[in-house]
């Protein structure tokens, strides 16, 4: 299944490049730069400290995820004025999907 795993990385990858104009992207790219390099790891061999790296960024990332959930869902569309509950919901529907990339990669053999 590494064509699976090898679009998860670019998916990733996509996902940390449109993070250019966010408020704080050293932070997002990092993170989704993280899970691409987890991700492309994975494809390899699966090793102990591959597959507990992994393990420990989809734990933090749902944690974070339902930390950081919006107080009010107004959907992905930015308001006028803007909205913090949008940039929440974004964050934390990132890193859902970011979790279930690397966790469904890991499972597939």
């Known amino acids: ?60 990332s749902l944690i974070f995820s339902v930390y950081n959930w919006p107080s009010e869902w107004l959907g992905f569309d930015q308001t006028d004025p803007p909205n913090i509950n949008v940039e929440k919901a974004r964050e934390s529907c990132g890193l859902l999907i970011a979790s279930l990339l690397i966790g469904l990669g890991m499972l597939l053999k």
């Open 1 to 60: 299944m590494n064509v699976f795993r090898g679009v998860s990385v670019l998916l990733l990858l996509l996902f940390a490049a449109f993070q250019y104009n966010d408020p704080d992207p050293e932070v997002w790219i990092t993170i989704y730069g993280i899970g691409a390099l987890l991700c492309l790891l994975n494809m390899r061999k699966m090793r102990r400290e591959v597959r507990v790296l992994s393990l420990v960024y989809i734990i933090a």
